[in-house]
């Protein structure tokens, strides 16, 4: 068994970030820039959007933190990300999810324009990633799809499962691994004979939510094995969908919780910015 490593692996990619955003700012005299807009108190919010803005700085992104109070109206939000939207020095918006009952998100987030979608969950994203068209790609399954690149896991041919269906996670994943010519079965709650599903898989991805949940029993040996999931046990500790100990002597290659998936999705996020950054700038020349 091979251990995949995204802390290492996203280190790796904030380093050759480092490099572009030095290069951005040389040829083009600014900053390549991301607004965050962080809405309310909610704690869990407040920790992602420091450490979004702590990563920014390591590699030479220059943030634009906006917080605006709970009770900040749907007007005075919207005139915002309009104002944001229009920003040239602004490459990136990222909305902070999730908002208060009384916003709407959908509403909120499809002011942001396509190009400045750095989480790529606007329906125009979507809709190329389905049509197999260039477009932003939401941060962790494309975060999944460098580990397996950088670590040459070939996908052509090979039978893709994945586990969930969310906009954000499964459903994208999929269409990402169909894009690389994998054959994939996406599951669900709803699925019947899950198990069975599993065991077809050459590459499986848990992205469900529910601690330990893929076991020995559920694996093909020499499957390649990525866990997404984020779960906190009883006792504190930090879990993926995966029975990591359980499972990892069967697989070709699992990706660890913490230490997998987890870190990449950041380093994809600032991916995508200096990238939304450098097409800006082409766009602005032809
Ligand atoms: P959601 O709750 O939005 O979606 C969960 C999906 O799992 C749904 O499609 C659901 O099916 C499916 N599901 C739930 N239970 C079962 C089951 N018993 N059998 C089969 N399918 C099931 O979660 P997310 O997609 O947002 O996140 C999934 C996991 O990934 C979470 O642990 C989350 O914390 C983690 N995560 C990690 C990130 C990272 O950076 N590493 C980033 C984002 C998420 P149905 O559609 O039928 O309800």
Same mark, same amino acid.
């Given at each position: 068994m091979k251990l995949i490593d995204g802390k290492q692996t996203a280190a790796q990619i904030r380093s050759e970030l480092k490099l572009r955003t030095a290069s951005f700012e040389q040829r083009y005299g600014k900053k390549v820039g991301l607004a965050v807009v962080l809405i309310g108190n909610d704690p869990a919010s407040q920790v992602y959007v420091r450490n979004k803005i702590t990563a920014c700085q390591e590699t030479g992104i220059r943030s634009f933190a906006h917080y605006l109070p709970e009770t900040v109206t749907e007007q005075e939000t919207l005139s915002l990300i309009r104002s944001l939207a229009e920003?040239?020095? =602004?490459?990136g918006i990222l909305v902070q999810l999730?908002?208060?009952?009384?916003?709407n998100a959908d509403k909120i987030l499809s002011t942001i324009p396509a190009a400045k979608d750095v989480d790529g969950f606007l329906a125009e994203n979507i809709g190329k990633l389905a049509l197999s068209e260039e477009g932003t790609v939401a941060c962790t399954p494309l975060g999944v799809m460098e580990l397996l690149k950088r670590y040459q896991i070939s996908l052509c041919g090979k039978r893709a499962v994945v586990l969930g269906r969310s906009n954000i996670v499964g459903r994208p994943m999929a269409l990402l691994l169909l894009n690389e010519d994998a054959t994939v079965t996406v599951c669900h709650s709803?699925?019947?004979n899950l198990k069975e599903e599993c065991l077809r898989a050459d590459i499986l991805v848990a992205a =469900?939510?529910?601690?330990?949940?893929?076991?020995?029993?559920m694996i093909k040996t020499g499957a390649v094995v990525i866990d997404v999931g984020i779960n906190r046990t009883d006792d504190g500790k930090i879990c993926g969908d995966v029975d990591f100990e359980n499972v990892k002597e069967k697989c070709s290659y699992i990706t660890p919780?913490?230490?997998?998936v987890g870190p990449m999705t950041i380093a994809m996020l600032l991916t995508n910015v200096v990238q939304a950054a450098e097409k800006a700038q082409c766009r602005n020349i032809y």
């Open positions: 920003d040239d020095n =602004i490459h999730p908002l208060p009952e009384h916003l709803k699925t019947q =469900i939510g529910k601690a330990k949940f893929v076991t020995n029993d919780v913490p230490g997998g």
